[in-house]
Nanobody
Framework: QVQLVESGGGSVQAGGSLRLSCTAS?????MGWFRQAPGKEREGVAA????????YYGDSVKGRFTISQDRAKNTVYLQMNSLTPEDTATYHC???????????????????WGQGTQVTVSS
């Protein structure tokens, strides 16, 4: 079993930036970031294959968000720039532990989830 701990959420004005962190208790092959706003479906934001560094992004965040990692710390980051009110949501990181996730931005392919961190963007 893998435990995930997120941090870095908060409130920011539109156009601002935030960086989220997610630390895993052990090795993970794939790490993903998802978000869910009230009344909306969960949305895949970004994912990374930790062994290769390959990254994947949802269309709504391409060019604004960057996922990265510190393998020595089992930590992934989500740098969020040019934030808009539409980015307001609870952000969760997820993993399938040692199993590679093929559908990188599909939440049902992930097994373990962090508790979530709130991001609020005001206009």
């Amino acid at each position: 079993q893998v435990q995930l701990v997120e941090s870095g959420g908060g409130s920011v004005q539109a156009g601002g930036s935030l960086r989220l962190s997610c630390t895993a208790s052990g090795y993970t092959a794939t790490m993903g970031w998802f978000r869910q706003a009230p009344g909306k479906e969960r949305e895949g934001v970004a994912a990374i294959y930790t062994a290769t560094g390959a990254t994947y992004y949802g269309d709504s965040v391409k060019g604004r968000f960057t996922i990265s990692q510190d393998r020595a710390k089992n930590t992934v980051y989500l740098q969020m720039n040019s934030l808009t009110p539409e980015d307001t949501a609870t952000y969760h990181c997820a993993t399938a532990a040692q199993r590679w996730v093929r559908r990188h931005l599909t939440s049902s392919d992930y097994t373990y989830w962090g508790q979530g961190t709130q991001v609020t963007v005001s206009s």
